[in-house]
């Protein structure tokens, strides 16, 4: 059962990766608290709803349902969450329990964070990017009209529980897209984990249990690593962003339809691997290597009529640049990156034609 602490300067939790532990899950809600509320989506609660509704047996729990989509994940959802609470005698003793994916972790958490100015939650991801990336780490948040996630709090959970069985009825690409995000915390921080992906690639595929364990894991600890030793993205938190800028460009220029965000990412690698070749000197080897892991991982959908050139233009207007500077994260090698700014326009602009020459599509 392994378990990672993340110590941020509000208050340590600890992330809990284990086969199951959804049946566990009355341990880690205090017993004082009031009522539990329960954010989840339809699909998520008919699937895995009884297990968790079995654990909580007997303690005051309401189900609160979430439309889910990327386009509900609004401040009026989050609203309309708080009036149900208060309808239902929601008081500062209730608790949260953000039970979904990624969308949901994100609206319960900030439902949580903002609710009688802020109650406790406990998040319990569903889908593979919500395990290993969205649920740990405290962000939360919601979408505006002029973007993504550009309201939210830090709300730091009381506790992570990560049961990797859940994500046995995620669709492939779902699944899939969860894998791009752990492939990158191996090209961040641990070359081992990228050899797990280069060695057991069908045994993931398949979603054997003990190597889905194993990496979820490996991706929950850098996480928690990264987390506890930054917890506002000042400087270090930055490297989670690997893959993401360009990534992001692909997403907004396809109006987050047609690809999954972990899609995008799988862009964004192989883009900025090219890019790392030219600006970190990061060998042509690996980065042949490592855009071969991601192909292999793939197909994305297709690239079909997008322009490298309107991605470009994409770049200034991203909500990570700092001071009208770009910066991107580029390995060096497998397993170390380092952020840079400044990087010829000319590179970034040949990284993308090259990405969207060499990503797998259908
Ligand atoms: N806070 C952060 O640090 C952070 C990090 C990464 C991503 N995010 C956010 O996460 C969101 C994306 O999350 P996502 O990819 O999990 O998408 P999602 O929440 O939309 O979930 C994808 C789909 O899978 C369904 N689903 C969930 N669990 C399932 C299961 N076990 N079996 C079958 N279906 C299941 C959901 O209902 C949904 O239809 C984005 O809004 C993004 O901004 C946040
Ligand atoms: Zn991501």
Redesign the pocket.
Known sequence: MPSFRVATPAHGYDATIERGVLRRAAEFVPPRAGTVFVVT?E??WR??GAKLAGALAGRAIRVLYFP???DR?RMAEVEALADQMIAAGGDRTSIVVAF???????LGGFLAAIFMRGIPVVQI???L??QV??AV?G???ANLVSG??LIGAFHQPLAVLIDPD??A???DR?YR??LYEIIKCGVIRDRALFGVFETERDRIAERAHDVLEHIIAAAVRIKAEVVSEDERESDLRRILNFGHTIGHTLEAETSYVRF???EAVAFGMIAAAKLAVTAAGFPEAECARLCGLVNSYGPIPSLDGIRSQRLFARLASDKKTLKGKVHFVLPTEIGVVKVISGVAEEAVLEAIEWALNNCATA
Not at 100 to 106: K, N
């Open positions: 989506t699909d998520v699937l895995h889910g989509g990327e994940k979904g994916g990624g969308i949901v972790t994100d991801p569903t889908t990017l919500a990336d969205a780490g962000k939360t948040g993504k996630n859940v994500t009825t995620l669709p779902e897209a969860g999954l965000h972990g």
